[in-house]
């Protein structure tokens, strides 16, 4: 059974940083895309960040770029999103998500986890 399970999510006053964890078990994502997202109430799933399986290449959303950061380590078949500066607007529940080939809308997606809660105070 494929499972991505989330960790780092808390609570952080603005300006600070966190980092996101996604374990996955179950089968291996080397050859996957991985991908962050993020819904916040009343609002749709929108996309964060993703890193490629091949050559390393990333893309971020417009308003999270220069402040986040996702890497993957195959070894451990694990992702991560290190987010800095964080502001009170990436208040929402992260999730973290594997595709087999490279997008960045929730629909490419085939695996998700459960998502951790990213809160942000002012």
């Known amino acids: 059974q494929v499972q991505l399970v989330e960790s780092g999510g808390r609570l952080v006053q603005a300006g600070g940083s966190l980092r996101l964890s996604c374990a996955a078990s179950g089968r291996t994502f080397s050859n996957y895309v991985w991908g962050w997202f993020r819904q916040a109430p009343g609002k749709e799933r929108e996309f964060v960040a993703a890193?490629?399986?091949?050559?390393?290449?990333?893309a971020y959303a417009d308003a999270v770029k220069g402040r986040f950061t996702i890497s993957r380590d195959n070894g451990k078949n694990t992702a991560y999103l290190q987010m800095n500066n964080l502001k009170p607007e990436d208040t929402a529940v992260y999730y973290c998500?594997?595709?087999?080939?490279?997008?960045?809308?929730?629909?490419?997606?085939?695996?998700w986890g459960q998502g951790t809660q990213v809160t942000v105070s002012s």
């Open positions: 890193v490629s399986w091949g050559f390393g290449g990333t």
């Open positions: 998500a594997t595709a087999m080939q490279w997008g960045i809308v929730p629909g490419a997606y085939a695996y």
